[in-house]
């Protein structure tokens, strides 16, 4: 079915609660990253330092650092991730109404789904790179016997300027190509997967008369939103575990191409080590994911905009 969309873009808001979206995602979801940026950073070390699993690792962070040691690294992620993700929904909204001409159709659209979505993955990549470069280098860090000690960083500002001073301001910028292809293709898996499954279960609740309220749509984003996390990072984790070893790679000069990374790691560890962090990966998107989808539909409704 198709349909005119007398609807005119409603500017900032999509902007507005794509941030909300982003702080939920950060609140549920950071303790699960710390677990997995420790396991991809120690497990695929060739000093053959390991944690047996992200629970192991979690249970180290918990018994050294406390709950705060779950959180190190947060800073940059809250800030990173407000105006990357008010950016990532901002632009896929938008994009998605541009690609449609006025012409909305009830069911979920490939061609128009796809782009818009990888587009707004490859704008933020550039948002996200630096910020999650110096979450990525505090996660690193910590008291833990298994750990070597790395380079000390009082914060996520001192991590961000002794970057900077050492490899300039491209150096923020390192693992730049892996973040880009990670957030363009993930993104694409993400909202195609996210607008297919919460049109067929509003399809299914219709044919079964079913009566829908505020409580329904919010377990259909739970779904949608989570299976579209999951769907995400299980396609893309190799390319997050090679970001992750280039941007706290300790020498500059250290490959920065992700698939001669991961052919280094295939090669140490196979295509498990290709995976590290898969357990807490998959544990943190489902529930981040459906925080971010229910928060950023909970605001798009509170902000007046239909989210078709």
């Given at each position: 079915?198709?349909?005119?969309?007398?609807?005119?873009?409603?500017?900032?808001?999509?902007?507005?609660?794509?941030?909300?979206?982003?702080?939920?995602?950060?609140?549920?979801?950071?303790?699960?990253?710390?677990?997995?940026?420790?396991?991809?950073?120690?497990?695929?070390?060739?000093?053959?330092?390991?944690y047996r699993n992200g629970f192991h690792c979690t249970a180290r962070i918990l018994a050294t650092e406390g709950v705060r040691g779950l959180y190190i690294g947060a800073t940059p992620s809250f800030v990173g991730m407000a105006f990357e993700s008010s950016l990532l929904f901002g632009i896929y909204s938008q994009t998605k109404q541009s690609l449609q001409g006025g012409i909305q159709?009830?069911?979920?659209?490939?061609?128009?789904?796809?782009?818009?979505?990888?587009?707004?993955?490859?704008?933020?990549?550039?948002?996200?790179?630096?910020?999650?470069?110096?979450?990525?280098?505090?996660?690193?860090?910590?008291?833990?016997?298994?750990?070597?000690?790395?380079?000390?960083?009082?914060?996520?500002?001192?991590?961000?300027?002794?970057?900077?001073?050492?490899?300039?301001?491209?150096?923020?910028?390192?693992?730049?190509?892996?973040?880009?292809?990670?957030?363009?293709?993930?993104?694409?898996?993400?909202?195609?997967?996210?607008?297919?499954?919460?049109?067929?279960?509003?399809?299914?609740?219709?044919?079964?008369?079913?009566?829908?309220?505020?409580?329904?749509?919010?377990?259909?984003?739970?779904?949608?939103?989570?299976?579209?996390?999951?769907?995400?990072?299980?396609?893309?984790?190799?390319?997050?575990?090679?970001?992750?070893?280039?941007?706290?790679?300790?020498?500059?000069?250290?490959?920065?191409?992700?698939?001669?990374?991961?052919?280094?790691?295939?090669?140490?560890?196979?295509?498990?080590?290709?995976?590290?962090?898969?357990?807490?990966?998959?544990?943190?998107?489902?529930?981040?994911?459906?925080?971010?989808?229910?928060?950023?539909?909970?605001?798009?409704?509170?902000?007046?905009?239909?989210?078709?």
């Open positions: 079915m198709v349909k005119e969309d007398s609807r005119k873009p409603s500017g900032y808001k999509e902007y507005v609660a794509g941030l909300f979206a982003g702080v939920a995602t950060v609140v549920v979801g950071h303790p699960f990253d710390t677990v997995k940026v420790k396991l991809q950073k120690h497990n695929t070390n060739a000093q053959g330092i390991t159709s009830s069911r979920p659209q490939p061609q128009v789904i796809i782009p818009s979505a990888a587009f707004a993955g490859a704008i933020i990549s550039f948002v996200l790179c630096p910020s999650e470069l110096v979450k990525c280098r505090m996660q690193i860090q910590g008291t833990d016997s298994l750990v070597p000690k790395c380079s000390g960083y009082s914060s996520s500002l001192d991590c961000a300027l002794k970057t900077i001073k050492s490899d300039g301001v491209t150096g923020a910028f390192r693992g730049g190509s892996t973040t880009f292809l990670r957030e363009s293709i993930g993104n694409a898996v993400f909202f195609s997967v996210y607008e297919y499954v919460r049109y067929y279960m509003h399809l299914q609740l219709k044919s079964g008369s079913s009566d829908h309220n505020n409580l329904v749509d919010m377990g259909i984003g739970i779904l949608s939103g989570g299976l579209g996390g999951v769907a995400f990072w299980s396609t893309v984790l190799p390319l997050d575990v090679a970001k992750t070893i280039i941007q706290t790679a300790p020498d500059k000069s250290s490959l920065t191409n992700p698939f001669q990374v991961l052919n280094s790691i295939y090669r140490m560890s196979g295509l498990r080590g290709c995976y590290t962090g898969l357990g807490p990966t998959i544990l943190r998107a489902f529930p981040a994911n459906a925080a971010a989808i229910v928060t950023w539909e909970v605001a798009m409704k509170l902000l007046g905009i239909k989210n078709n």
